[in-house]
């Protein structure tokens, strides 16, 4: 990871759906890539693939490509390919964090996503876990920026 005092440059990929980022974390292998190219076939733009340079903007924590690799997505069994610029957005404030691997707990305490920057955002925004290869993963992740957005979370639940 690169740092400096206003930006890091993070292992990571980053799409934007509607106007909501979602930064997704992970190892190299965990499919970040494959559920990146997964969410722009639903209709998400491109941000950054593998290395996202994390900044702050108005208070929030934005996200955007580093210039040599804007616009490219690097697809297993193709190599890399750049994607039409209608497909892709230069910087987005980054509305949800998800660290791929394994599940979290089937009812998660909610987690804040804190970045590698000297600088804070003022609000953090909301990291889940999901395993990055289940079909319903992108799906997971579009609840999850509704929830947020709407608050729609039930601390609890009566069974009738």
């Not at 980054?94 to 660290?99: D, G, K």
């Not at 979290?104 to 000297?118: E, I």
């Amino acid at each position: 990871m690169s740092k400096t005092n206003s930006e890091a440059n993070i292992h990571a990929s980053c799409v934007a759906i509607g106007t909501r980022g979602v930064l997704l974390l992970g190892p190299s292998g965990s499919g970040k890539s494959d559920l990146a190219l997964r969410l722009i076939d639903e209709g998400a733009k491109l941000i950054a693939d593998d290395r996202t340079i994390l900044f702050i903007k108005n208070g929030a924590l934005h996200a955007k490509a580093p210039a040599s690799i804007r616009g490219l997505l690097e697809i297993r069994g193709l190599g890399i390919v750049a994607l039409p610029v209608r497909a892709r957005v230069k910087s987005v404030k980054v509305a949800l964090a998800v660290r791929l691997g394994l599940e979290g707990a089937r009812l998660p305490t909610q987690r804040l996503y804190h970045a590698p920057l000297a600088v804070k955002p003022a609000r953090l925004p909301p990291q889940i876990a999901l395993n990055g290869r289940f079909a319903s993963t992108p799906a997971k992740i579009r609840a999850a920026l509704t929830a947020y957005a709407k608050a729609r979370f039930r601390d609890t639940f009566r069974l009738k």
